[in-house]
């Protein structure tokens, strides 16, 4: 039905039906479902168009500020996103799209959301979620077995008690560091004497009852932006939040950890935490954790793994290894909406000692009472969705061994991917992946050649040059719409602490194929050819010189 009046709904009987039966089964939305249940992703290449407008031509059509006025017909309002949001967005299920770390899903968990959005079930407190409330508990409780691999009695105590919380879901990998870092910092600050607390009387107070000249979190330079988004939230501040230097493999540097640590005990600052890194955003690689939770515990300080994309290594035995210490850390974030492969929206908190919720636990006179079992008495945020069924769906479908074949397929990717990389001598890998995420970038091999032999600033000055080129090949590559890869900007130490702007490959997605990879790199020299105006600074450097 195509609806030639918009008026159609303005009366409550036709608005009713809304909330009750479609509109028809011609309607564009059915025909959309079903071709999303047939076949999801030839209905995404189908839908999405290859080559985009602008953002800022997008942004025509999302320009009006007024709530529409008269209601609409749904098939009218299909039609019309179809052509304006659908076609326009990113095709991040796609085997050619190795840039990010989102990647395709099992097919299942499309009915399984409706089921979610169906049920509408609020996870803070089990008057509105009943099942899904034990339901989510074990799901975090699954993963919270991966990491400390604790005993069965520890889990039927802990699972479904309301006494502490073996970790809290929540809606990402930002949520939950927060999380974390809340529970060390009122841990660490808890009450005593005429002291009520941190969470009672602020930071002020609290260093005052402690004695102390100032809080610090500690995490390497590759540390996630979210670490210190939290410590800001949290009253410690950003500058309080301190950056080690890491190694040539981008692993923090544990001398400088100890070293910076000493320094900081000497000034009478209280170390709070000390953040690792199992699998850095932009490199992929895995912080000596071992060492470091001995450190921590040198100092008494919380140790925190940010593992949100890293810790799905867990599940393969023969890779599990690259996480040894993990299971020291007092808490560890996971995402599920990373290498899990779940729908963005799925984070979790892991605690070692659940007792130590209880230092976040808030309680409300209408919910979350005393005694009950809401899970909303131990999370940062309220109204929640059933996102852990989908988990849930993910850990029981796939199982360990099923991620297991994921996740060595994605190393055995990556490692082929860097093999290629190594093999060409037009391009240059400037990070090994230690994961499944790899970097590099396009030198042609005669400039590489005449780069070995340049003067300390003719290198700096090339680099710089390179840099524009890379930054130009990867714009084109993805404004073409065949293949996409993400770029950042390194200081390897290769390279004498310069910034290197790198192509950032994550090869999480079990349908790219070897083909794929050798596409985009045949793709990519093409492009680079093109860049006539970035390519001739630096070939007339490399003929003059
Ligand atoms: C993705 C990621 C985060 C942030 O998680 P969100 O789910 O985006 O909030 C934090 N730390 C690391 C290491 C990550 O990879």
């Given at each position: ?22 509109e ?15 076949d ?27 709530i ?27 085997p ?9 899903l099992?097919?299942?968990l ?124 949290l ?63 040198q ?72 005694g ?38 994605s ?20 990070s ?6 790899l ?13 070995e032999?340049?003067?300390?600033e003719?290198r ?25 890869v993400?770029?950042?900007?390194l ?33 990519q ?7 006539l ?13």
């Amino acid at each position: 039905m195509t609806g030639s009046s918009s008026r159609a709904n303005a009366n409550e009987a036709s608005l009713l039906r809304v909330f009750t039966i479609p509109e028809s089964d011609e309607s564009t939305l059915s025909r959309i479902e079903k071709q999303m249940s047939e076949d999801l992703n030839g209905f995404l290449e189908q839908q999405i168009v290859a080559v985009q407008k602008p953002l800022s031509e997008i942004e025509q059509d999302f320009a009006d500020s007024c709530i529409p006025e008269e209601p609409m017909w749904v098939s009218d309002y299909s039609d019309k996103i179809l052509d304006t949001l659908i076609a326009h967005s990113v095709h991040t299920s796609s085997p050619r799209f190795i840039g990010h770390m989102t990647s395709a899903l099992p097919y299942f968990l499309l009915p399984l959301s409706k089921m979610m959005v169906g049920l509408n079930q609020n996870l803070v407190k089990v008057e509105t979620s009943k099942a899904f409330t034990p339901m989510e508990r074990q799901v975090v409780g699954m993963l919270h077995n991966l990491v400390y691999q604790r005993d069965a009695a520890f889990y039927d105590q802990w699972m479904h008690n309301v006494d502490g919380t073996v970790g809290a879901f929540c809606s990402g990998g930002t949520v939950a560091n927060m999380t974390a870092l809340w529970a060390a910092r009122n841990a660490r600050f808890s009450a005593e004497g005429d002291f009520a607390g941190i969470d009672q009387e602020g930071i002020f107070a609290a260093l005052k009852h402690y004695q102390y000249d100032g809080i610090a979190v500690v995490t390497s330079t590759r540390g996630h932006y979210s670490l210190s988004k939290a410590a800001d939230l949290l009253g410690i501040g950003r500058r309080s939040f301190v950056a080690v230097d890491v190694d040539e493999n981008n692993r923090i540097r544990v001398d400088e950890l100890a070293r910076t640590c000493r320094e900081l005990a000497d000034n009478n600052i209280c170390i709070l935490a000390i953040m690792g890194v199992a699998g850095t955003t932009e490199t992929g690689n895995v912080d000596p954790l071992d060492e470091i939770a001995t450190i921590a515990e040198q100092y008494g300080a919380h140790f925190h793994v940010d593992a949100a994309w890293g810790g799905a290594t867990l599940l393969s035995s023969q890779y599990r290894g690259l996480m040894r210490g993990i299971e020291r850390a007092d808490s560890v974030t996971i995402d599920a909406h990373k290498q899990l492969y779940v729908p963005i929206g799925a984070g979790m908190v892991l605690f070692k000692d659940p007792q130590i919720s209880t230092a976040i636990e808030h309680h409300a006179k209408y919910i979350l009472r005393e005694g009950s079992k809401d899970i909303g008495v131990h999370t940062l945020e309220g109204s929640r969705p059933g996102m852990a069924m989908l988990v849930h769906s993910c850990l029981s479908i796939i199982g360990r061994q099923g991620y297991e074949l994921l996740i060595d397929k994605s190393l055995a990717n990556a490692r082929y991917f860097a093999e290629l990389i190594r093999q060409d001598e037009d391009f240059e890998l400037i990070s090994e992946p230690e994961l499944c995420l790899l970097t590099y970038r396009y030198v042609p091999s005669h400039i590489k050649r005449f780069l070995e032999g340049a003067s300390e600033e003719v290198r700096a000055h090339i680099n710089g040059l390179l840099n524009v080129l890379t930054r130009m090949i990867q714009k084109t590559q993805r404004e073409q719409g065949k293949s996409f890869v993400s770029r950042t900007m390194l200081t390897p130490a290769a390279y004498n602490g310069a910034d290197i702007v790198v192509f950032r490959v994550v090869l999480a997605n079990p349908l790219t194929t070897p083909e794929i990879l050798r596409d985009v790199l045949i793709e990519q020299k093409a492009i680079a050819r093109q860049q006539l105006e970035s390519l001739a600074p630096i070939e007339a450097l490399v003929n003059g010189g």
